[in-house]
């Protein structure tokens, strides 16, 4: 429960509430389990995909069987998450050592939020895919519809650029409020922060 109102809190107030886990004492493991959660709805919904018989919208740069990659992803989202989020808090550490003031487990206290917001909304987003396949919905005729100019394509191509900006965007906020330092500096490390863990998902993730 915690771990919901944590995600819905850094929606909402990023600042604020990246900025308290990062100076709590327990933030780092309230971060562990906030990332655990959003990863774990997404191994979830990563089963129901499977068992609609969905497919990868998008090919997996991974040589799977796309016929069984949601069931595989199920098994793997969860440690590439967290690969990704060890990945992205070592190099936002290593680049904001000579000024940065905060610890490195306040660090990552703070970016495990940022990645399981936009996590959040993929996987909602991928829910109501599961549940349009399990209802007797046709993928194709989804896929069909995005082809063409139009809401429906907007939606499906808007939706994965606003959640990866939106990862960029909290990762700023989480290094700025977890290391204490310039807006312009914080801003640069966020950015390249963000396109590490944006990496980790656009290899694996789907």
Avoid: H
């Avoid at 209802?135 to 429906?152: F, N, V, Y």
Wanted: with cysteine; hydrophobic share 60%; aromatic share 8%.
């Amino acid at each position: 429960m915690r771990a919901a109102k944590t995600i819905v809190k850094a929606a909402a107030q990023p600042g604020r509430t990246l900025r308290a886990l990062a100076a709590e004492p327990g933030g780092l493991a309230s971060g562990a389990k906030t990332l655990l959660a959003a990863g774990g709805l997404y191994a979830l919904i990563s089963v129901g995909l499977a068992a609609a018989g969905a497919l990868p919208p998008v090919p997996p740069l991974l040589i799977l069987s796309p016929e069984n990659y949601y069931l595989l992803q199920a098994l793997f989202v969860l440690p590439v998450l967290f690969l990704a989020w060890l990945a992205a808090g070592g190099t936002a550490f290593i680049l904001s050592r000579r000024r940065g003031q905060g610890s490195f487990e306040g660090l990552l206290a703070a970016l495990a939020p940022a990645m399981a917001v936009p996590l959040t909304v993929i996987g909602l987003a991928a829910a109501a895919l599961a549940v349009f396949l399990a209802t007797g919905g046709r993928q194709k005729d989804l896929m069909d519809l995005t082809a063409w100019p139009g809401i429906e394509q907007a939606i499906a191509f808007g939706l994965p650029l606003l959640a990866a900006a939106w990862m960029i965007v909290l990762f700023i906020v989480a290094v700025r409020s977890a290391r204490r330092i310039g807006r312009i500096r914080a801003a640069a490390i966020g950015l390249t922060t963000g396109c590490v863990a944006l990496g980790f998902f656009l290899v694996f993730i789907r």
